[in-house]
């Protein structure tokens, strides 16, 4: 068996500490943690793949850790390489990213959902023609209210604020909490 745990984000440098990011620093961490606990491989840039790459076992399934270098909007691309050449059902696909519609904080399981107007995961559904894999939606709204789309394309792509700096580190810790329990069966 094998899983595939994608974080999207966007790969410039400019975007590391903003919110539509939180998918590849909750990434990190898990390839950190894994690469410590598992002997998980230190990230490779693949072009093959369009992607950084990190690969482990925990027990006996395969896991292939990705975070695209595509940008957010076409995270797509690379999942559907890995899933193909990989031959991995898409009930073994896992994505990690920000999500607006959920407030600052909240980590939200779903599956076979559609993308609700997040570009990364409207991406994957488009590519992969299907719905059904498994999302870890971080939420990243702190007033819990809509914006105009152009306001929110400023909200996503910009930096945390110092209070948000500060809780980060533990929502980051709940969903890798979350990705853990995937990992060893329990999903």
């Excluded at 999302?135 to 105009?148: S, V």
């Amino acid at each position: 068996m094998i899983l595939l745990i994608a974080g999207l984000g966007n790969s410039s440098i400019k975007y590391n500490n903003t919110r539509h990011n939180v998918g590849f620093k909750t990434i990190d961490q898990i390839q950190e943690n894994w690469k410590t606990i598992y002997n998980f491989s230190e990230w490779k840039l693949s072009p093959k793949f369009n992607g950084e790459l990190s690969e482990g076992k925990i027990a006996k399934t395969k896991i292939i850790l990705v975070k695209p270098t595509t940008y957010m909007n076409n995270s797509g691309i690379a999942v559907k390489k890995i899933v193909e050449f990989n031959k991995i059902p898409y009930g073994d696909v896992f994505i990690i990213h920000d999500d607006f519609d959920l407030p600052f904080g909240k980590i939200k399981k779903s599956y076979g959902r559609g993308s609700a107007g997040h570009k990364g995961a409207e991406s994957i559904i488009t590519t992969l023609k299907t719905k059904n894999f498994t999302r870890i939606r971080i939420g990243i709204n702190p007033a819990d209210k809509k914006l105009p789309l152009k306001s929110l394309d400023s909200f996503v792509l910009a930096q945390f604020t110092e209070n948000e700096k500060k809780e980060i580190p533990n929502i980051i810790k709940k969903a890798i909490s979350l990705i853990d329990q995937i990992a060893c069966g329990k999903r």
